[in-house]
């Protein structure tokens, strides 16, 4: 049998770059699949892909999640489909990276803030009651940028680093329900990086050098599966915890 079998997932920005390879590697443990996202042919795209290549049941909504409304209406929409939610994705983040800091407009930090801290806030809080239903799991995305302190990255760490916080605090608040929430921070190869590979390869090969395993990780093998991992009975007892994904850049205490 596979690892999630009749398990439901809702992933946000679930339908490119790194959601659509977490997206993958669920599909192929059976898990059926809700991707939500702001343009309406990509995920249309991937769900037919994911349904075709894997035989599962895929949902997708279009949704802004920095729209508290929109957040609401997806897991309405999720729960109405297929009655019940075994995992929380919180992938999706908008940024303007690379701005400085002092370069930085109130707007720019909105941006970030509402992409990324509101909208894990607002998916979180709309999901628990279905989550406390089926001791289910919450995995969040932050970044190397707040473990870090990369540069060009300010906004953009500043609601990682807000989403770590609210992950920790909610761990300790839903662990007496069964619900594990953990965090992942991915160096992973996206259709942008190839991009900025082609256009940079010097830049690219300096960076190469800075990764002890000498790559990017790849969407659905390298993250993807660790996502399983998390989402699966093997990871019970695993909750509050940051999981870098990143080649050993991030090496730590």
Same mark, same amino acid.
């Given at each position: ?15 490119? #770059? ?146 770590? #916080? ?43 050098? #800075? ?43």
């Amino acid at each position: 049998m596979k690892k999630m079998e009749g398990k439901v997932v809702l992933i946000t920005g679930g339908a490119r #770059g790194i959601g659509y390879g977490i997206a993958k590697a669920f599909a192929k443990e059976g898990a059926n699949l809700v991707i939500t996202g702001r343009t309406a042919s990509t995920l249309i795209e991937a769900q037919e892909n994911l349904e075709a290549d894997y035989g599962i049941e895929a949902l997708f909504v279009v949704a802004d999640g920095s729209d508290e409304a929109a957040v609401k209406n997806v897991v309405e929409k999720a729960i109405a489909r297929f009655g019940h939610l075994d995992c929380l994705i919180n992938n999706a983040q908008v940024s303007k990276s690379g701005t400085m800091l002092v370069d930085h407009s109130k707007e720019d930090f909105d941006l970030a803030v509402y992409s990324g801290l509101y909208a894990t806030f607002f998916y979180m809080r709309e999901c628990f009651p279905y989550l406390k239903e089926s001791k289910g799991s919450v995995i969040n995305f932050a970044s190397g940028a707040g473990l870090f302190g990369r540069v060009g990255q300010s906004s953009y760490a500043a609601a990682k680093e807000g989403i770590r #916080g609210m992950s920790r605090v909610a761990a300790a608040e839903w662990g007496e329900f069964g619900i594990n929430v953990n965090v992942v921070c991915p160096l992973a190869m996206t259709p942008g990086l190839e991009k900025w590979k082609e256009e940079y390869p010097d830049l690219y090969e300096k960076t190469i050098q #800075g990764i002890p395993l000498k790559h990017f990780a790849d969407p659905e093998k390298d993250i993807g599966r660790v996502c399983v991992f998390l989402a699966s009975d093997d990871a019970s007892y695993v909750t509050g915890e940051t999981i870098t994904l990143q080649g050993g850049s991030g090496l730590r205490p």
